[in-house]
């Protein structure tokens, strides 16, 4: 048996280039994301005003201006981190990295202590209503894709620190940073939602 | 573009005793193995998944019949829906994509191997958790063992108070792992056509198996979180006594209907474009004749994927949505008659004319077309409001489905095994117990299917476990349960010729049926490396061209 593949095709010359499989792929991987928050915006927008009792988010609700602008303004460093490296100026590189991780961690902390006064203080939870599984749902689940988001950035700055990130992994990292900049523009939107319609 | 002889050894393989074999499947990362993987495991689950239908069909063949427990009926109808969708349907499409998108595209493999992997063993070990259920569910509560809330599991039915241990949440986290496993597969496969084709192979040369792939994958991007999010909601509601779905605290049952039909409905053509797929390469070949209208049938594929999502409450006619809705949905289901009406014709018009081989591929191409067609009509019949409100959870509405994914889809994968089989194996399916399958299994699911109609038309509502005597419905169940044991006898005869073909079938060659695609310039079974040239294409038939090169197609496109 003959194991090779042989009938030879009719050539045509000429540049063949194709978009990257990454980019095809972190794409498609944002447009599902996309997809499954739109399901938990869908249900907070429909449940406001639905909750049988108090507390309701009027009450409650502070609007996160510092936090918001945290995050929004990583979206900037990681661009500033990238560009660093493609200027193959890694002392820059991991610093604006580094800046985003903290960033990103200040919006964390400022969600946990948002939550820790909701919970003892106003004994929001969960189950208390409607308002309470909505949005600790939907904020929780943006809340997630930050904390992934960290650990991806994390790993790259170890990865960074060791010597590994080059600018021959140049696209990886631009993966890395378009699923950032998806999960700060997530956070536009569930801001809006929440904070500015939802009131 | 260098030319470089490749020469492998033959038998290379470490080992070939049953362990090393089967470590190779572990630890494969090659698009053609997991390609097979995820059909074989899927006929696994369809032998299951159908023995539970027959015994569904022996309980209903005589009035006040107790072959099964009514629990144990509720538990079956669920876990044959389920497995159905997830465990067979998907998974074969991932498997027909995975297997022959990079063939037909002349790549190596798919873009990312280790992700494909990963998406075969999420789905695989996401059903043996469906059915680890049966086990480990009475464990721990006392309360119930499989699921049994239908395969739409609607709210409030699945809260805690109404579905008690832990056989809902076993529903639940197996379909998010296999729903994982279809997300990855997805994007791997969409990448892998966007990024991997090879040189010369435009967009609107890809073979239309691969157009077809590509919207559906997008279809399962954009459907599945639907499924997902409700079922997070769900488990939320479940363990930490959430809300969403709980109407004693405002919460709505409806909201689940829509999110779970706003997936359930595209899912539908999720399963149905692969099969359009299938027909799409198998019609022109057996016709001898290029596809007709394929730009058409490209738009038409996008238009189906863009309606569908916007048809999902014709499902939910009953529940008490306004007029408006009501009207905005049956006007949208309308419209997918139109694009899925382009197909047809463009179907009948490649035969047309053409030099038609009646083997069996093309035998069950042919019942598609057919048994499709009656199923768009039904389907059209239910998507008028009023009289969806007549026959709603009837019989009818089972044999309306059951044709699209038997009727329809089944035969269309059937189709596409015959054909592709020669390809994945090397070795021909027995035309002989081939014929014998194709006229058994059609002839068994007109008698089951076409007597369900009237059955549902005389008023059988679906998924009661039993009826009584007198009520009209007596003979036809009885001609439905022959009908399933045909078609039981029908797939047996399937996986005889399988797994007999293995070892005995004639040898197939590169090229058993003169195609013109570029999985068939390749070896059967290919290499592992598929071809040890990456070819270059000029038209959308390559081979073609290469037979013909006094009249190549690449002069007229």
């Known amino acids: 048996m003959i194991n090779e593949a042989s009938l030879p095709l009719a050539f045509e010359p000429g540049d063949w280039t194709l978009p990257s499989p990454r980019k095809a792929a972190i794409v498609s991987l944002i447009l599902t994301e996309t997809t499954l928050f739109s399901i938990f915006v869908a249900a907070y927008l429909f449940y406001i005003g639905k909750s049988l009792t108090g507390p309701t988010p009027r009450e409650v609700l502070e609007t996160p201006i510092i936090p918001t602008i945290c995050l929004l303004s990583s979206s900037v460093t990681i661009m500033l981190a990238e560009r660093a490296l493609r200027r193959e100026n890694r002392g820059r590189f991991q610093l604006w990295w580094l800046i985003t991780i903290l960033l990103a961690a200040a919006f964390i902390g400022a969600t946990a202590i948002e939550w820790h006064r909701l919970i003892t203080v106003h004994h929001l939870t969960i189950s208390t209503n409607l308002f309470g599984t909505t949005f600790y749902s939907l904020v929780g689940l943006h809340a997630t894709h930050v904390i992934v988001g960290m650990c991806l950035l994390t790993l790259v700055l170890v990865f960074s620190l060791r010597g590994l990130v080059t600018p021959l992994q140049h696209e990886r990292i631009q993966m890395v940073s378009w699923y950032w900049h998806f999960v700060d523009a997530i956070w536009v939107i569930v801001f809006t939602v929440v904070y500015v319609i939802g009131r | 573009m260098a030319t470089q002889e490749i020469t492998i050894p033959v038998d290379r393989a470490l080992g070939s005793s049953f362990v090393d074999r089967l470590h190779g499947l572990v630890v494969t990362v090659d698009h053609k193995k997991l390609g097979l993987m995820y059909i074989g495991t899927a006929l696994g689950f369809l032998v ?24 144990v009926f ?29 063939l037909m595209i002349g790549t190596r493999d798919m873009a990312f191997p280790r992700l494909n992997a990963f998406g075969y063993w999420m789905f695989l070990f996401g059903g043996l958790l469906l059915y680890f259920s049966y086990l480990g569910s009475p464990g721990l509560a006392g309360h119930g063992s499989a699921p049994d809330v239908g395969w739409f599991a609607y709210a409030p039915l699945t809260s805690r108070a109404f579905s008690r241990g832990t056989s809902t949440d076993y529903w639940i986290l197996s379909l998010m792992l296999t729903s994982i496993g279809s997300t990855v597969s997805a ?46 909601m769900l488990l939320i509601d479940r363990y930490l006594g959430a809300h969403f779905f709980d109407t004693q605290a405002g919460g709505s049952a409806v909201i689940w209907q829509h999110f779970f039909w706003i997936f359930g409905h595209p899912e539908v053509y999720i399963l149905m474009i692969p099969a359009f797929a299938c027909l799409s390469e198998i019609v022109p070949v057996f016709s001898r004749k290029p596809i007709f209208g394929y730009p058409i049938m490209v738009g038409a594929t996008a238009m189906i994927g863009l309606i569908s999502m916007s048809v999902w409450a014709h499902h939910m006619f009953t529940v008490g949505m306004t007029s408006v809705g009501n009207t905005f949905f049956a006007i949208s289901t309308f419209l997918v008659g139109i694009p899925t009406g382009i197909k047809i014709f463009n179907w009948l018009g490649t035969m047309y004319g053409g030099k038609i081989r009646f083997d069996v591929p093309m035998l069950f191409c042919i019942g598609f077309l057919f048994q499709f067609l009656i199923a768009g009509l039904t389907g059209v019949m239910l998507a008028v409001a009023p009289f969806n409100w007549q026959l709603t959870d009837s019989y009818f509405v089972v044999a309306h489905f059951h044709y699209t994914l038997v009727g329809a889809f089944l035969f269309g994968i059937f189709a596409g095994f015959y054909y592709w089989y020669p390809k994945a194996v ?49 003979t036809l169940n009885l001609i439905a349960t022959v009908g399933a044991l045909v078609q039981a006898t029908a797939v047996l005869l399937l996986a005889i010729n399988i797994v007999r073909s293995v070892k005995k079938g004639d040898p197939a060659g590169n090229d058993p049926w003169d195609a013109w695609t570029l999985e068939w310039s390749t070896t059967s079974p290919p290499p592992d490396y598929n071809f040890a040239t990456i070819p270059t294409v000029r038209s959308r038939r390559p081979l073609w061209d290469l037979k013909h ?9």
Request: charged share 15%; aromatic share 12%.
């Open chain 2, 74 to 102: 509720n538990r079956f109808f669920t876990m044959h829906g389920t497995s159905m969708v997830f465990l067979v349907g998907m998974p074969i499409i991932a498997g027909f994509g995975n297997y022959l998108v990079p």
């Open chain 2, 187 to 232: 994007i791997n496969i969409i990448a892998t056509i966007i990024a991997l084709r090879c040189p010369g192979m435009k967009l609107m040369r890809m073979p239309l198996l691969v157009w077809l792939m590509l919207v559906t994958n997008f279809m399962i991007l954009l459907a599945l979180p639907g499924l997902s999010g409700a079922q997070i």
């Open chain 2, 48 to 71: 299951v998944a159908g023995l539970m239908a027959v015994a569904i069909r022996l309980q209903l063949i005589i009035p006040n019949n107790t072959f099964l427990e009514p629990d």
């Open chain 2, 426 to 474: 090397g070795r021909m399916l027995d035309r002989r117990l081939g014929l014998w399958h194709f006229w058994l299994f059609a002839i068994g699911f007109h008698l089951t299917f076409d007597t369900e109609h009237f059955a549902g038309l005389l008023g059988m509502p679906r998924r009661i476990f039993t009826y009584d005597a007198g009520r009209g419905w007596d």
């Open chain 2, 549 to 557: 090169p006094e009249d190549p197609d690449w002069k007229y496109e």
